[in-house]
T-cell receptor, first 112, second 114 residues
Framework: GENVEQHPSTLSVQEGDSAVIKCTYS??????FPWYKQELGKGPQLIID?????GEKKDQRIAVTLNKTAKHFSLHITETQPEDSAVYFC???????????FGAGTRLTVKP | ETGVTQSPTHLIKTRGQQVTLRCSSQ?????VSWYQQALGQGPQFIFQ???????GRGNFPPRFSGLQFPNYSSELNVNALELDDSALYLC?????????????FGEGSRLTVL
């Protein structure tokens, strides 16, 4: 089955700096790659996703890149703000949501 | 707000007991997935229900079972609780038709097994 690895496990940046989180996956059939943000005491919330027919997607300060050949994808957050502090999860899926596999998470801290 | 609600938010059980967790999906969503999230880990897929039938299962034993009802509610049942079952249990609803992908998570039920 699919195996998703995520790093770093913790990331601390200064407000205004950029943050990058990287994930690798094992199943070449995976074609959907969402990123979720989980704040303390809440469930994960989708912030951006990318499908295998696209190499990059951007939404304001957030961007995701996908390298299918290398089987890795990354989340980029620019101009970080304290409210970006949370745990971020990457995930991969090859079909319906019944095979969605999550990474172990990255705890991002943005220092004011 | 995702429109997905779970109950109870917290509960404590002892080893060997049984537990039922409940979820109310977003209106119109015909699919519900359940995840187990251990402390410091990512969510692990337990199973998915589509139109009241199980539609995929992760690497969890049969003592984890579920039900989905026509009114967008669902249940996760765990029998013979073990200490390692202590975790946050998340349900997520989604639409399987149209654009595939987005899971709408509830805030979870935190289960502690003593």
């Amino acid at each position: 089955g699919e195996n998703v690895e995520q790093h770093p496990s913790t990331l601390s940046v200064q407000e205004g700096d950029s943050a990058v989180i990287k994930c690798t996956y094992s199943d070449s059939a995976s074609n959907y790659f969402p990123w979720y943000k989980q704040e303390l005491g809440k469930g994960p919330q989708l912030i951006i996703d990318i499908r295998s027919n696209v190499g990059e997607k951007k939404d304001q300060r957030i961007a995701v890149t996908l390298n299918k050949t290398a089987k890795h994808f990354s989340l980029h957050i620019t101009e970080t703000q304290p409210e970006d502090s949370a745990v971020y999860f990457c995930a991969a899926s090859s079909g319906d949501n019944n095979d969605m596999r999550f990474g172990a998470g990255t705890r991002l801290t943005v220092k004011p | 707000e995702t429109g997905v609600t779970q109950s109870p938010t917290h509960l404590i059980k002892t080893r060997g007991q049984q537990v039922t967790l409940r979820c109310s999906s977003q209106s119109g969503h015909n699919t519900v997935s359940w995840y187990q999230q251990a402390l410091g880990q990512g969510p692990q897929f337990i199973f998915q229900y589509y139109r009241e039938e199980e539609n995929g299962r992760g690497n969890f034993p049969p003592r984890f079972s579920g039900l989905q009802f026509p009114n967008y509610s669902s249940e996760l049942n765990v029998n013979a609780l073990e200490l390692d079952d202590s975790a946050l249990y998340l349900c997520a609803s989604s639409l399987t038709s149209g654009v595939r992908g987005e899971l709408f998570f509830g805030e979870g039920s935190r289960l502690t097994v003593l």
